[in-house]
C-alpha cells in the first residue's frame, strides 16, 4: 500500500473514545482517502486503563499521560474525549505542537474559554474539527441542498428539539452532566438543535428563553441517598430570531419522558416544507404541492445521499448512529490531508457555545439577548 | 315522543353555521337526550340568503335580522357563527332574553368586551357554551384522565402548535382573519392550543411571545392586485409557565406549509407522557415504561373512550371533524337541560383571549407578562 | 321548499340501522340533491323494538311486520340491515313493489340466492345498492382515479387484507357470524377487501386459499359455558389473479389481535405505487420515483378529493366513518332520482359473494378455483 | 495482547465482500471475543482485482485463485462471497481442509447441492454460519423471545413479505440474480422472510405459491437493446401452513415500486401481536391489551435488547445495515472459538432453499406441496 499513514492519537476511551476508535478503524475500508488512519497511542487517566483499552481498541501503545500523547511524533491527530474541563489544554498542547485537533462537543466550559482555543487554533493555522455527528447525516446534507437550492422556497419558521429521558429519574446522580461549567440540557443536547440550526439556516441574531430545573435536587452520586441541589436546566424553550430574518423556536430537555434521541425539527418555506427526527434518521419528509397530491414525502436513505453509497450500494439498508461517525472521521482525514473542512471547526463550535450562553443570559436577565 | 323539543336559533349559514345546523340535526340519533333539537329559526345577512340556507339545513322560518331571531319565543337556544364583530352584540341580546348561548370561538374582538359578555351571562345566570370543538374528542378527555389520576407522573413539560398552511400563499388576500381586531394566527388557532393547553393543564400564569408577520402585504380581496399591509402576524411562538409550575411552549402558524391541522403537543410526566396530533385525531400516544418494551403506545379510539361509543359500537372506525360539533352539541343541550357544563363557557374563553392578548403584549414589550 | 320527499323505510335498527337513519338525516345538510329524504317508516322484529328504535331515529311510523313497510306508498326506497337470513324475501318482495332497494352486505346467505336476487332486480329495473361503505372513501376514488390515469404506470401486483380482532377471544360466542350459511371471516369482511379490490382493479379470475378455524369451538351465547364448534373460518389467506393479468394476495382475519380497521392494500406499477389502510382513512400513500426525492407521498384528504368538500372546506379535518355512510346514501338518492349509479349494485355484490364462495371451494378441493 | 489471532480467508470483493471485511475489521472494538480476526487472504477472480481489493480493505495478502486461500494454514475462517455457482467447490475444499466455513445466502444454486453441502460438513465437524444477516437484530431476537415467553399468548397467525425494486424497471438487465439456477424473486429476497419466519415460528408444513414473472423479457446485459427472456419470478405469494399449525402467507418482490427494505411481518397471538418492518429496522411494535390503553407500542432499540449495548450504551440511537453483519460475525468468531451456534448453519439454510423450491413445484404443479 502506497498510501501515507496518518497516526491518531486518542485521549479518553469511554463511550465516544470508542466510537472514535472504531470509526477510525472502520473508514478506510469505506471511504477512499489518500491517507489511512494508524492507531498510535491512546492516553487516558491511569497507564492502566489507558493500557487496557489500547489492547481492546487496537494501539500501538498507551499512556497515563496526555502530554506524552501530544508530543509524539508518531500522532498527527491527537482525538479529544477526555472529560470536557480537559479539552483547553489538551487542545492548546495540540496546537501549539502543530497537530489536526479533533475534539468533542462542547469544545469547552465556556464561550470564552472556546474563544481562545479558536484564535490559537486560527493563528496557528492548524485543522480543527468538533464531533457534532448529528450533522453527519446524509439527510441533514440532503436538507440543507434543498434548502440552498430554493426547492422550499423562501424560508419562514423554524421549529426545533433535542429531547432524551436519561436524566427523567429525579434519582439520576450528579455528574460532569450536571456541573454548572458546561452542563444542564441546553448545553448538553441543545448545544446540537443549535448547532443543526446554524448548519441549515445560518447564525442566530437574538434569543429568549426559559430555563427549568425540573428535579431541584440530585444524588451526589450513584446510588448514594445523599442529595445535593441542581444548577443546571433539565429543560428549556427558547425563542430564536436568525440573521436572515426567519423565526423560531427550540426545546432542549433531558427529562423528556418518552424521548430517547429526539434530535428533531421542522423548517417551513413559502414553497415548501422540511421535517426531520433523529428517531428516524433514515429519512428526510419533504413537502411540496402538487394540487391534490400535497402531503409529505417520506425520501429514505439511498445512493443518492452521499456519502451513504460508501456504506452500501443499495437504498432502504440503514445506516446507524456510529456510521455518522464514521462520516465525522472521513471529513477529518480529508482536511487533515488538506482537503475541504466541512466543519464544525472551533470556531462553529465557539458560535454554538456563544449561543447557549445567550440564551442562559436571557434566562436570567428574563430578556432577549442580542449575539 | 314524549320529549322536549329545544328550539334552535342559528345566525349565520357558513362553513359553522352549515356544521352547527348538521350537528343539531344528528344529535338526537347518537345521544339519547331529554330534549330533541328543533331547528326554528336562521338568521342571516339578508333575508334572501338565510331563506336559501334554512331551506338547505332544514329549518322553519328565516330572517334577514338576528334581532327577529332572538326575541322569538320559539328559540330556546341562540347559537352565532355570525362575524366576530357580531358575537357582543347578538350574546347581549341573547342574554337579556334569558336563552342559553352558543357562540363561536373567538368570543369576542377584544378580551375586554369578551369579558363584559361573560360578566352580563352569569348575572343573568344563562348557559353558555363556545366553540373550541377539537376538545371534544374523545381522545383529549382520555387524555385529561390519564393526566388526572397521575398515570404519567407529575407533569414535567409542555410543548405545544397549532399549524395550517391556509394563509402560506403570499396572495392569501386580506379578510376578517387579518382585522387586527381579534385576528391573526394566534387569535385564529393559537386560541385553540392554548385552549386545550388550559383544558389539560389548567391556567397559564405567564408568557412571553415572539410574533412574525412574514409577510407583509396581502391584496385587499381576492384576486385583487392592490395590496395593503399586515399588522396581524402569520407566526408566533411563544414560551409558557403554567400555575402549576409546568413550563413550555407554542407555537401558532397558519403560513405553515406542509401542515393542515396540526394541532398537536405532547406532555412529559416524571413517569410518562403524552402525544397527540389532529392530523391522527383518533389516536392518543402515550408512553409509559416497562423495561425492554420502553415506547410509545398507540391507543386507537374506540368504545372504551366515551363518547365514541355512541357514533359507533367498534373501535377503529374512527370519528370525524363534524362529529366533535355533535358532542359539543349534545354537551351544550344537556347542560341546557341542567345537566353539568363542561365548557368552554364564556368565562373560559375570555381567559384563552385574555392569554392571546397577554402573548401580544409581551411581544410589543419584548418582556414577561404575567397574568 | 321545492325539493321532492324521498319516503325511506328502514328494516332493521341495529348498529348498521341506526347508521342508515343517521345517513339519511344528515345528508340534505351537506349535499345539494335534487330530493330530500323523510324518514317514514321503521321495521323491526316486534312492533315494541320498532316503536322505540322509530322515536329516538325520527321516523314517522313503526311496524313489526316488514311486509308492511314494504307494501306502504309513502315508502320509496327499501333500507334492508336486517339479518343476512331476510335480505332475500325483503329484497324480493321490495323489487316487486318496484321500489328501489338498498341492502347491506353481504347481499345474501349464498351466491346462488344473491344472483336471484340480482336477476329479479335486473328484471324489474329498479334501483340497488349495497353497502359497502368504505369504498365511498374520496381516498378510494383517488387511488382508482391515479391507477385509471396510468399515474403509477402498469399494474404488477396486489397485497390486501381486512383484519380485525373482534372475534380474537376464544370465548366470543356464537352468532349469525359464525353460521355456515355466510359466515366466517372471509364472507364478513374478507367481503371488503375484495370487494375495493375489484372496485380498483376489476374482475377476479381465479382464486386459491387457506381458511382456517383459530378456535375450534366457541360459547353457544355470550357467556355461557357450553360450547359448539365452529364450522367457519377465522382467518383465510388467499392468492389472486386478476382478469388484467395481474397476481396477488389476500387476508381476511377477524382474529387479529391488534387490529381493529386494518382493511389494507398495496398496489404497485411499474411507475409507482398505492398504498392505504383504514386505520388511517383520510390518507393514501403515493410513490412516485424523482431521483434522490423518492419515497411514499401522504395525500392527505381535502376539498381536492370531491366529496370531501361537501364535509368541510378545508383540508385536514377528517372525515369518519360515519361520514362514508352519508356518502354512499347521497349517492343512493341520486341513482334513485335517475343520477347515475357508482354501485356497488347488486350484480356487483353478487359477484363479491361468487369470489367469497370460490376461495372456500377452493380450500375445500386444496386447489385453483377458475370464476 | 494475548488474545488468539483467527485468521480471515475472505473470497470475493464485492458488496457483500466489503460489508465482510468491514465487519472483520469493526468487531474486536465493539465485542470482547476470546480471539481477534486476522485479515490474511483475499481471494478475488484475478490477481489483480484481489490486490486492489487488499489493499484498500487491509488484508495481509491476495490471490486470484480461491483454492490457494482454503489451502493457506494462516486462514482458519473461509468466508464466501463469491458467486453463488462457485458456494459448493468452495465450501466442499474448505470442509476438507477442516475449516470454519461462513457462506452468503443462498447457500447454493439448489437444495440438493446445499444437502451434499451440508452432509458435508456435518461429517466434517465443522463450524458453518450463512449470512442471513437480517435476524441478527437485537429487535428480531426479542421478537422471538416474546414470542417463546408466551407473551402474546399462542400463535394464531403470520404475514410476511419482503418487498424491493431494484428489480421493478423492465430495463434492468439479466445477470446472476435471473439465471434460473438460484435465481429469481423467491429465491433472492423471499429467502430472507422465509429465513426469518422459521426463526420465529419453525418449520414449515406445506406451502403453495403464485410465482409471476412482470416483465417477459430483460436486456442481456446493462444498457444492451439486445433482450433475452426471463424465466425466473418477479413476484411470488404463498400460502403457508407451519408444522406448529398454524397458517399465513408470504410475498417475495423484487418489481415493488415504492419499497427498498420491506422485510415485514406481522404475529398475530390469542393475548397479543408483534409487528416488525426492516423499513424500520430499530424499532419493534408489540401489541398488548390494557382496557382502554389498546394500541400498538413501538419499542425502540436499546442496551436492553442485547447485543445492542455492544454498539451504543444508550438507547434511541440506531444500529444500522453494516452493524447486522457485526454481530453476525461476532457470533461465528464465537462459534468458531468453541462458543454456540446460533446459525443459521449449513442444515438451515438448505432448509430454507428447499422450502423456496417446493414454492417454486407449487407453482408449477398448481397444488399444495408438502415438505
Known amino acids: ?7 491518531i492519537g486518542l485521549v479518553g476511551s469511554g463511550f465516544m473514545g470508542r466510537c472514535h476508535a472504531n470509526a477510525f478503524r472502520s473508514v478506510s475500508g469505506l471511504f477512499d482517502l489518500p491517507g489511512t ?3 498510535r497511542v491512546l492516553a487516558d487517566a491511569t497507564q492502566d486503563i489507558a493500557d487496557r483499552a489500547a489492547g481492546q481498541l487496537g494501539f500501538d501503545r498507551a499512556t497515563g499521560d496526555w502530554s506524552d500523547l501530544v508530543s509524539d511524533p508518531a500522532v498527527d491527530i491527537v482525538a479529544i474525549t477526555a472529560p470536557n474541563v480537559l479539552h483547553a489544554p489538551i487542545a492548546h498542547a495540540a496546537i501549539k505542537a502543530g497537530k489536526t485537533v479533533y475534539c468533542e462537543k462542547p469544545l469547552s466550559t465556556t464561550a470564552a474559554i472556546a474563544l481562545e482555543m479558536t484564535q490559537a487554533a486560527e493563528a496557528a493555522g492548524v485543522v480543527t474539527m468538533v464531533g457534532f455527528n448529528f450533522q453527519r447525516n446524509p439527510m441533514i446534507r ?3 441542498d ?3 437550492s430554493g426547492e422550499i422556497g423562501e424560508v419562514t419558521g423554524f421549529r426545533g428539539r433535542h429531547a432524551e429521558n436519561y436524566m427523567a429519574d429525579p434519582d439520576a446522580p450528579h455528574s460532569f452532566r450536571t ?6 440540557a441546553l448545553a448538553d443536547i441543545g448545544s446540537h438543535i443549535i448547532s443543526m ?19 431541584p435536587t440530585r ?14 436546566d433539565d429543560m428549556t424553550h427558547a425563542l430564536l430570531r436568525f440573521d436572515r430574518g426567519v423565526s423560531g423556536s427550540i426545546e432542549a430537555n433531558w427529562a423528556a419522558t418518552g424521548r430517547t434521541m429526539d434530535l428533531s425539527w421542522e423548517i417551513t418555506g413559502t414553497k415548501g416544507a422540511l421535517s426531520f427526527s433523529q428517531e ?6 419533504l413537502h411540496s404541492g402538487q394540487p391534490g397530491r400535497s402531503g409529505y414525502t417520506r425520501i429514505e436513505a439511498g445512493p443518492a445521499h452521499p456519502p451513504y453509497g460508501n456504506f452500501c450500494p443499495a437504498p432502504g439498508h440503514h445506516l446507524g448512529f456510529n456510521d455518522l461517525k464514521v462520516i465525522e472521521v472521513a471529513q477529518l482525514l480529508s482536511a487533515h490531508m488538506g482537503g475541504e473542512n466541512p466543519g464544525p471547526d472551533f470556531r462553529e463550535a465557539y458560535e454554538v457555545q456563544r449561543t447557549v450562553e445567550a440564551v442562559q443570559t436571557s434566562h436570567a436577565e428574563r430578556s432577549w439577548v442580542t449575539l
Request: proline share 10%.
Open 146 to 148: 434543498i434548502i440552498e
Open 219 to 232: 444524588p451526589i452520586r450513584p446510588g448514594s441517598s445523599d442529595r445535593a441541589p441542581v444548577d443546571v
Open 142 to 144: 440532503l436538507a440543507r
Open 280 to 285: 428516524n434518521m433514515n429519512e428526510l419528509l
Open 37 to 39: 488512519p494508524a492507531l
Open 179 to 184: 456541573d454548572p461549567a458546561g452542563g444542564g
Open 1 to 7: 500500500m502506497s498510501k501515507t499513514d496518518i497516526g
Open 197 to 215: 440550526a446554524r448548519y441549515l439556516l445560518g447564525p442566530i441574531a437574538e434569543v429568549q428563553g426559559d430555563c427549568t430545573t425540573i428535579h
